[in-house]
């Protein structure tokens, strides 16, 4: 019973390389979430996706873009790395609106 | 803009007394409030949660009482265990919303 799988767990990337986190889950949830945390702060949402083929945006989207063409995957690209996108990514999942998010255990990411 | 406040950032307990954890929230909007717990280099996982239209909800060892009037709510662990010591993250929603709001933690220890 897997729940929500991120990989990698740690990457390292040279300032304007791109990469894709990736994000799946085997808990048949409509919902899913990409949520950035950095020192001291909470988590702040950067995408979301009620359902298969609808994304939206959070709080904190700029630098970053994902497609959601299964249930299952959630994934994020980061096109053009900069130093303010060093932090932990945590992607999570919910069954409904509102409900407890599940979260994977995160990918840590650091741009120099 | 932090619109949950978690203005204590460490606090240490005993083993058996109660730890009480505190957060504040600046939105009216919001009416469904979550804790989470973390270890380190996992993600948070959904510890209790409680709806505007109580005032308290117990599990166990963990209580969550939210005061509306105040925008306050807070998370009782009585007794503290050492498996307790832990980062705590609250977070709120409002009713129509898809994105939950996270304060920015309280790092948990009990001393044995």
């Known amino acids: 019973n897997a729940g929500v799988t991120q990989t990698p767990k740690f990457r390292i990337l040279k300032i304007g390389q791109s990469m894709t986190l990736q994000c799946t889950q085997d808990?048949?949830?409509?919902?899913m979430y990409w949520y950035r945390q950095d020192p001291g702060m909470g988590l702040k949402l950067i995408y979301y996706?009620?359902?298969?083929?609808?994304?939206d945006k959070g709080e904190v989207p700029n630098g970053y873009n994902v497609s959601r063409s299964t249930t299952e995957d959630f994934p994020l690209r980061l096109e053009l790395a900069a130093p303010s996108q060093t932090s932990v990514y945590f992607c999570?999942?919910?069954?409904?609106?509102?409900?407890?998010?599940?979260f994977g255990n995160g990918t840590r990411l650091t741009v120099t | 803009d932090q619109q949950v406040k978690q203005n204590s950032p460490s606090l240490s307990v005993q083993e058996g007394r109660i730890s009480i954890l505190n957060c504040d929230y600046t939105?009216?909007?919001?009416?469904?409030f979550l804790w989470y717990k973390k270890y380190p280099a996992e993600g948070p996982t959904f510890l209790i949660s409680?709806?505007?239209?109580?005032d308290k909800n117990e599990d166990g060892r963990f209580t969550v009482f939210l005061n509306k009037s105040a925008k306050h709510l807070s998370l009782h662990i009585v007794p503290s265990q050492p498996g307790d010591s832990a980062v705590y993250f609250c977070?709120?929603?409002?009713?129509?919303?898809?994105?939950?709001?996270f304060g920015t933690g309280t790092s948990l220890t009990v001393i044995p």
């Open positions: 999570a999942t919910s069954s409904s609106s509102g409900s407890p998010l599940h």
């Open positions: 808990m048949n949830h409509n919902y």
């Open positions: 996706s009620v359902g298969a083929g609808i994304t």
């Open positions: 939105n009216s909007m919001f009416d469904y």
């Open positions: 409680i709806s505007s239209i109580k």
């Open positions: 977070a709120a929603t409002p009713e129509t919303g898809n994105q939950f709001y």
